[in-house]
């Protein structure tokens, strides 16, 4: 199975799906990330941008390592993705082709970050397109399951989920330790990284909970068509133990 995971900030990768992730890749998957900015507006004080963009390419190289997916950087201006939808979605498209992914995980279109809220609008419709013959290529193909994950750690946006991957200790480890990399997350926040690690572990007991199991990942399925019997399959491995 492989498996794209298209998210606007490095951080959010770890935050929506570092579980999943690694207990896909501990099963033989393939993950690829593709990141649509490297956080330039993510500073504060006597940082500059620059020196922001260095430090956020040295914690997803971190994080890229501990979980063991490979990258992709789209080089998008952070909090303008919504500018020109039309181009990101042929970036998007083309990164689809490149990847052939089965499954995709992107953002929740609900989530209260402009970026996170502008991919999961587009990334469905990007995947519908990247199927059909439009811009240019030698390649058609669309994944057959698209889901999207949560990443709102105040836990201040309704997350209606519909289905959860079962995760382990050892997954939940993996995703704590990764998240710890990006150490700056909590000034941008307002936060203990502390408080920050441990609303992780919450959520993620409550998510197990909600299917009989000790720990999960919520996600929301988002096809923009209706989903297929291959799709229905797919779901069933990415979301078991």
Known sequence: MKILVIVAHPDDEVIICGGTI????????KVHVVYCTLNQEAYFGRETSEGRVIRTKNELKKSAKLLGFSYSLLGFEDMYLQKDKGLLIKTLIKEIRTTCPDVIITHFKGDKHIDHRTLGEIVPEANFQSGCNLCGGDIVWSAKLIVQGEVDLEMSTPFDFQVVSSISEENLKTKLNAFKVYESIKSEHNSDQTWLTNKLKWVAALRGRAIGARLGEAFIINNYK?????????????LGE
């Open 226 to 238: 209706p989903i297929g019997p291959d799709g229905i399959k797919l779901a069933g491995d990415f």
């Open 22 to 29: 690694n207990k896909l890749i501990k099963h033989g998957h």
